[in-house]
């Protein structure tokens, strides 16, 4: 005899079974992939562990499989997506298993461990597989699917994270040791002569003070260039504003070393004039040696600052241009009803409340300023015999690269303060961008606050 209600009350036992069941099969496929990953990052900062990918990779294989096997039973379909990462999990261990212990050749200027090739397999196929335990475990719904996605859409971030940080803690740690009092206030130059040849000593003070002095002359040379073009592209549309906005586009587009060498360029030119002549001062830089007798650079700190104000230029003129679209309407209106001109209400309404935008891209422009190495090393020298705007340029940029590709000499007297010379970039950026954050919250009490209460 049935008694009634018990069908329906078998019905909704069974769906729980089912419930639980697949959220049994999707938490183990979910805590296999956890591994694959944890795998991963063990794998990516030693070499000693290369031998966990292989078994770690075939125990996803046969959880995903048995997945698979669950969904075709009891859905009644194959699940192409869960099918397509066991084919890859097959994959990895086919091309783990053959691959030897270190990779060199096929024109790659390297020699890479096994380990680096394992880590990515693990990541790749431990965070695919994650997103398939987690659409299990939630239910295999829509709904499920969607959320599952997050592994997959977080792995690009976590690892650029992951890779930032680990860069940002090697220059910290080996960076920090070498900032010492005598570092920051001696400059590299030669000390004495002796049987094994000259002897330098290193410092970093003349490069400190040429990394603010290039900001300085950046910022000065791209101030009012791309005040005045966000200004014009806002104020007054139409063909040459069209014209302006393409530039600036073209610009940001344009390769650093295209424009670094548009700057050595122009100082080649500039060795064809005479020594005397002012405008090859300009290029060039001069600097004073041996006794007081003038010399030649390879690049002055003003055409430097020159060349990378070219990346500025826009930053700055978009932040204009944004801070003035960002004028309300009745703001204008009420100027103009007042019997201001355009040149009076730009000048004193519309400008003032743009100002914090505009600083906020000032500060981002010398953010970039500092650390355009790109460019700054075609031109640059050692700073050994002085800083200024027509002396030889020298930033700490040029310390990064000269100590790993720059002369015997100064990479034996500098190559302890390269780390150091990145840190202080570091903090440089660092305190540009805080510095932003900081005056344009205060400049937006000051000049907008009155609007918004």
């Known amino acids: 005899m049935n008694v009634p209600g018990t069908r329906t009350v078998t019905t909704q036992l069974l769906q729980i079974r089912s419930l639980t069941a697949e959220q049994a099969v999707g938490g183990g496929v979910l805590a296999l992939a956890a591994l694959c990953v944890i795998g991963a990052a063990i794998e990516l900062s030693t070499t000693s562990m290369d031998v966990i990918a292989v078994p770690l990779l075939a125990l996803l294989f046969v959880a995903l499989a048995g997945a698979a096997w669950y969904c075709r039973r009891t859905a009644g379909t194959l699940d192409r997506e869960m099918v397509a990462v066991c084919v890859l999990a097959l994959i990895s261990i086919a091309f783990l298993l053959v691959m030897p212990e270190w990779f060199y050749g096929h024109d790659i200027n390297a020699i890479i461990h096994r380990s680096f090739f394992d880590s990515v397999a693990l990541a790749v196929v431990g965070t695919w597989g994650a997103s398939q335990g987690i659409y299990l475990f939630l239910g295999g719904t829509p709904s499920a699917r969607d959320i599952s996605r997050y592994p997959i859409v977080l792995l690009p971030v976590v690892a650029v994270a992951v890779a930032y940080t680990m860069i940002l803690g090697r220059v910290v740690d080996k960076g920090i040791p070498n900032l010492t009092l005598d570092a920051v206030t001696s400059i590299y130059r030669q000390t004495t002569t002796n049987e094994a040849g000259v002897v330098f000593e290193g410092g970093l003070r003349n490069q400190i003070i040429g990394s603010v002095l290039h900001i300085i002359l950046t910022v000065a040379i791209a101030l009012p260039i791309g005040v005045g073009a966000g200004m014009y592209i806002a104020e007054y549309p139409g063909i040459i504003a069209r014209v302006i906005t393409i530039s600036a586009q073209m610009l940001r587009a344009i390769s650093l070393f295209i424009i670094g060498s548009a700057a050595v360029n122009m100082v080649l030119w500039a060795n064809h004039l005479t020594t005397t002549n002012p405008f090859s001062e300009l290029v060039r830089g001069v600097y004073s040696a041996n006794g007081g007798y003038s010399y030649p650079g390879a690049g002055s ?148 606050g009155v609007y918004t209460t």
């Open 301 to 448: 700190m003003l055409l430097g600052a020159c060349f990378v104000s070219l990346l500025v230029i826009p930053v700055i003129a978009r932040a204009t241009e944004e801070g003035l679209r960002s004028v309300p309407r009745e703001i204008r209106e009420g100027s103009m009803a007042l019997g201001a001109t355009d040149g009076h209400g730009l000048l004193n309404i519309y400008l003032p409340w743009a100002f914090p935008v505009i600083l906020t891209g000032v500060f981002v422009g010398a953010a970039e300023a500092a650390g355009a190495t790109a460019i700054m090393v075609f031109v640059a020298g050692t700073g050994e015999y002085g800083v200024g705007p027509l002396h030889p340029a020298t930033t700490l940029d040029v310390v990064i690269f000269q100590d790993r590709f720059g002369s015997k000499n100064f990479m034996g007297a500098m190559g302890k303060y390269q780390y150091t010379a990145a840190f202080l970039l570091l903090m440089i950026t660092l305190a540009f961008t805080s510095a932003a954050l900081w005056v344009k919250a205060r400049a937006w009490r000051k000049y907008k």
